[in-house]
């Protein structure tokens, strides 16, 4: 009998040693994935930007834009006017409805199902390789391979900017977020430059140690002059990096590394804020979020290819969340929101993250 | 007889039955037409004429509203007698007008102001005027009062406006030159026309022999963001649109252009086909029908309604003079019973329009709006160089009643001029006219291959006319020194097809073409200062060394060529741009005026946009020097022309 209680309390102290490491694991996001790849309509596999508009997803890949609407993919190709086949970047004109998708060939319009295009030859764009757009009332701003510029919408001015008229120093413009107070333009080898709209002013954020991956000083600026991407949420910066991300307040910085954060690598391809604390970092190992103190990252193992939820708290403790599905690839290169729900670009196919938990 | 002996005598019977023909056609129907002539006046003044474009009922036909473009005003007469009740005054050179969803608002585009005049309709009175886009032109307010849309025509867009207070909302992408907004009977959808045809998206050299794309832009009204634009292939202008009360049946007045081969056929109606888009659920999808039949065109369809019970159709066509009435039952017939082509046009059918064109009704001079009774038994036509409005009773298809608006009694000479210019009894089985092409007098953004340089040879590039004086000679090559040689016998021999000015006309209609002033220019700021980058522009079309400190030859200068305040020193030059096609490189040097609107560009219309010009088709620095200049350098220069 005395034995039987033994047992009893034993198991009862295990069951809640375990459930008390088990509520130690911060509670963050779950998603069951369902991916999307030429086999189930994905124009292609690689696909390197996406958007949510409502009910319809937008999917830029390197053989065309994907519509996903309705469960069905419409594909929009350059016989349909589109600039180009790959379709780097894209942003949605939340008023209009029209999409703008940025290629390797020119900036396309779509609206109302019609395509036009905007390349260096027929209009005042800089160049036509167009890494990123952001639309912001009646204006566009694009980043290309050659430098920065606006598309008033009222007045079809084009005005580029570049070496000549801002601090910028290469001209390489990878990504742009656009907001009525400020635009954020990053730039390749030159750090983040920074719009002002209501002064008209230029100013630029770049890292003290220089174009090094040296931290001399940890948050002492922006992490690396090698920017891939920005996102400017609440007043809050998030820039992305090929060596770590920042957070940037206006007045302090806060650098993320994989040695101090739950980053899963350093390079990062594109961010995206989702508020003041919260962010996505799109990186070649996996996708990674963060709630402003802890961390997720999800991803197919980059060894077995099993599914993979590693979460990482505030204290660095590491554990593994057990889940059946993953994004389509480890190599992430875009995200966006749909309600709770996620649409993650990947090297290897599109992902649905559909919030369970 | 020798072969060429035979020749010349059969060019000589087929020149005396030309001649007899001609006599006979002139003997035979222009006296009818001519009587207006008789009361030409000798002013050359601008006299006020109300020149009535668009009318509308109230919404309980009481009273009707009648646009006057020539007096900038809103008459309101009495919807059942039509008298007189008062002139509201609005903007210059109104175009638009639209009812709120209650009637308690009028609506008035004014094109020549960018502005937009409220009218109260209880004390017919101004109650507000609103800033909106460039040109605006047709305006609707959406039922639920929440949007007004307004179709903006150089800026080609609809701007949303919050009905309250005037604020502009947003503005969504229509077609090029959008100009005319129709409300869907539920009031669901908007549908927006446009113009000009849209700017070509292809291949580079390929514009100018490509054919024609428009649009209808389909709105959701209440989320107010665009929907759908159904393609209109090979169409170059599309204008009124109306929906049966059902809504079931679409409507669309269009210009089908035949520019694609030489205007050498207009005898087998060769130029334009006038045309109705047909949509809606009646019809499954868009089709094309034609309105002409030989010996009997329908020119610058323009207005269309269609009457409550959907018996019928009417188009208004502003060149013929005319209004169609249409069965729409014997139109669904032919549609059920006719293999469509797989064009989606019945276009090159001239017979077609015999099985559904019931009555083609003679009204006065530039028939445009059309507005049709509550009841179905008044459809209103407003005869724009008239100063009139035909009463036309369906029942019978005849005039009814023609009603006189307050004006001047006699033709001006400005007046006789606009009339020859928009109508198109000069032409051969009056076909075309010069407002064909020059739609508003402006353009008609086409290229177009002439007879008199050979087929296949020099396709040029259609020409805005406006503020010519000082800017001959004219034709792409220089040849016409004058506008009497450019507007009478060239045009006639080789357009119309036919030669039936007399003296006096023809200069009445070079007096009205001269007349025609530049229209304000949107990209200069109110003061006349330029802006930042238009100031670097400037400086870089008035260079004369270039970047590299080299002096720049005259010739390739941008303000040597295109100097003096219309931007042309009216000489001819060689600018590298002469194609395979063309029989010379020498060009007449373009004005510059209102460059910004005029698309495409060159003498042959290559260039989809002003950037081309340098991007593409300059690449020896033939056409001025500009392959020194950074993208951002040229970026400014195109901001400067844009002013001029």
Known sequence: MMKLAKTILLSAALLWGAAQAWAAVPQMPRYRFENFTTANGLPNNHVYSVLVDGDRIWAGTDDGLGLYEKGKWKVYTTKDGLAHRAVLSLALDKRTGDVWAGTMGGLSRISGGHIDTFTQLNSGLSNDVVYGVSVEGDNVWVATAAGACRLSLRTGQWSL????????????????????????????????????????????YEDPDGETEIVLFKDQGLIHEITTSVSYVDNILWAATYFGASRYDGRRWHNFLTKDSGLPSNFINSIKGVDADRAWFCTDKGLAYYDGTNWAVYTPSLTTRKPEMMVRDAEGHVTAIPVTTAPAHNYILGIDFQGKDIWVATAEGLSHGIREQ | MSGQRQWMLRAAVAGALAAASVVFFTMAVLPARTAHADRRDTRYDRLDYASPLEMEFSPDGERLYVLCEGTDEIRVLDGNTYAPIKSIAVGHLPRGMGLSASGDRLYVTNTWDD????????????????????????????R?????????????????????????????????????????????????????????????????????????TVIDAARAVVVERMQLHSIAGVFHLAISADGRLGSAAAYHPKNMVPLAHLEHGGAFADTLMLFGADVGKPVEIPLDELERYASQPFGVAIAPDKAQIFVTCGGSEAVLAIDVRRLMHFLRTHARPASGSFEQDLAASGNYVTARIAVGHNPRGVAVSSDGRRVLVANRLEDTISVIDPRTDRVAATIKLAGPKI?????????????????????????????????????WDLEPDGFG????????????????????NGGNPDLPTECGPRTELYFWRSQQYDDLTLADLVTYIRSLPARPNRWRLPGGELTPAQERGKEIFERTVDKFGKPIAEANRCSFCH????????????????????????????????????????HDGTATSLEEIWTIYNPHDQHGRTNDLTKDELNDLIEYLRTR
Not at chain 2, 115 to 126: E, F, N, P, S, W
Not at chain 2, 147 to 157: G, K
Request: charged share 20%; net charge negative; with cysteine.
């Open chain 2, 115 to 142: 502005t937009l005049t409220v009218i109260d309709t209880g004390a017919l009175r101004v109650a507000a005027t609103w800033h909106v886009g460039m040109e605006p032109s047709g305006v609707v307010e959406g």
């Open chain 2, 144 to 216: 639920t009062g929440k949007y007004v849309f307004v179709a903006n025509r150089i800026s080609n867009d609809i701007a949303v406006l919050d009905a309250q207070t005037g604020h502009e909302v947003k503005r969504l992408l229509a077609g090029r030159g959008s100009s005319y907004l129709t409300l869907s009977p539920d009031g669901s959808r908007i549908y927006a026309t446009h113009v000009y045809p849209n700017t070509f998206e292809g291949p580079a050299g390929m514009a100018n022999r490509t054919p024609p794309e428009s649009e209808i």
């Open chain 2, 411 to 447: 033709v001006s000479v400005l007046r006789h001029g606009e009339q020859t210019f928009y109508d198109a009894r000069y032409s051969f089985q009056g076909q075309i006219a010069c407002a064909t092409c020059h739609i508003d007098s402006t353009f008609d953004g086409l290229t």
């Open chain 2, 457 to 476: 040879r020099d396709i040029v590039d259609n020409r805005l006319i406006e503020d010519l004086k000082g800017t001959e000679p004219y034709k792409w």
């Open chain 2, 563 to 602: 100097s003096g305040p219309k931007g042309t020193d009216q000489q001819r030059f060689d600018v590298g741009t002469k194609a395979a096609t063309d029989n010379s490189g020498l060009l007449d040097t373009p004005q510059l005026t209102n460059i910004a609107l005029t698309a495409p560009y060159l």
């Open chain 1, 161 to 204: 900017y570049n070496e000549r008229n801002t601090p910028m120093i290469e001209i390489w413009v990878y990504s742009v977020s656009a907001t009525p107070s400020k635009v954020y333009y990053a730039v390749w080898g030159s750090g983040i430059l920074e719009y002002n709209q209501k002064t008209g002013a230029w100013d630029k």
